[in-house]
């Protein structure tokens, strides 16, 4: 059985930087592609980004474009999640989830596994 953990999450000024990771055991990342979502109090789980099994293709939200990065380490079977210039609305519990299914996609139902998640917390 797959199990994906996140780490790296913190309270953080706004305008400063953190890197989020998601470390995956039980199955080799190379052959899933791995998406980040995040939830806030009182909302829905929402898409922040994803990147595909090579790492070659992303997509992300309109709302970190430009500010987030996701990037993915195979051989160490770790997927990573770069957010600057953080804002306090990006304070949420951020996911790592992996898909099997081809190509990327948004939707979490697209994703066979999910990690507990990580607080993120931005501070104004």
């Known amino acids: 059985q797959m199990q994906l953990v996140e780490s790296g999450g913190r309270l953080v000024q706004a305008g400063g930087s953190l890197r989020l990771s998601c470390a995956a055991s039980g199955r080799a990342l190379s052959n899933l592609g791995m998406g980040w979502f995040r939830q806030a109090p009182g909302k829905e789980r929402e898409f922040v980004g994803v990147i595909n099994r090579s790492g070659g293709v992303t997509d992300y939200a309109d709302s970190v474009k430009g500010r987030f990065a996701i990037s993915r380490d195979n051989a160490k079977n770790t997927a990573y999640l770069q957010m600057n210039s953080l804002k306090p609305e990006d304070t949420a519990v951020y996911y790592c989830?992996?898909?099997?299914?081809?190509?990327?996609?948004?939707?979490?139902?697209?994703?066979?596994?999910w990690g507990q998640g990580t607080q993120v917390t931005v501070s104004s």
């Open positions: 989830a992996a898909s099997a299914a081809y190509g990327i996609s948004r939707l979490p139902n697209r994703y066979n596994y």
